[in-house]
């Protein structure tokens, strides 16, 4: 007699004692019978089986010591990786709900994120009626003549801001929107070069942590301006 397992009908078993053998009908509704997925009941199936197997074995020809370790420890294996799925399922689930958590403190908070989009803020005390225009770009490498371009939410240009020598790194451009009539938002571009090179810029945009939420599984992060991130889109945090 032999158990086997396979992962559509579970563990079944076919027998054959001296020159009688049980019948394709029987052995086939045994392993109908075992097509389950708990660990528990497989454990169960398994080991009347096993007695199954031992009771109906060749005495001329009994079961190997080796064939039945094998078989013990293929159950087990099936159990504990069933198990391990459960405690896996379990702790990615309490995880989501730790993220959730931790994901509230950014509520309110000035992040930073990839993108080309400026942000306008507006003067208060001596500084009221002033506004200005922020963004953010990270330079690979050292460059001569940094340009940022500025241009409304119809790409016309509006203004440009010239920096001059910039190291490599992260640095911030400012620009005065007192006067900046239009609607919409600003956008920036970067140009960079270092004598005949040209130096590629990344450039970020600042935003406000409205709400945090969870999307397939993973935290997403609601910004002010509009727009959702994933928390590992999330470069910097004010």
Partial sequence: MTISFDATNGYSYSTSTGAKATSG?????????INTTSAADQQDR???LLVAQMTHQDPMNPVDNAQMTSQIAQIN???????LNSTM??????????????GGGLIGHE??????TMTITTGTGTSAG??????????????????????DASGSLVATVPMGTQSAGRHDVTWDASSYKGTGPLKFSVTAKNGSASVTPTTYSHDVVSSVGTSNGALAISLQNGGTV?????????
């Fill in 25 to 33: 009908t029987s052995s086939s509704t045994s392993a109908n019978g």
């Fill in 46 to 48: 398994f080991l009347k």
């Fill in 77 to 83: 294996t099936v159990t504990g990786i069933q198990q």
């Fill in 89 to 102: 399922q379990t702790m990615a689930s309490q995880f989501s709900s730790m993220q959730l958590m931790q």
């Fill in 111 to 116: 992040v930073l994120t990839a993108g080309d």
């Fill in 130 to 151: 002033k506004a200005t225009a922020t963004g953010t770009f990270d330079l690979p490498s050292n460059a001569a003549d940094v340009k940022v371009q500025i241009t």
């Fill in 230 to 238: 994933s928390y590992d889109k999330i470069i910097s945090v004010y």
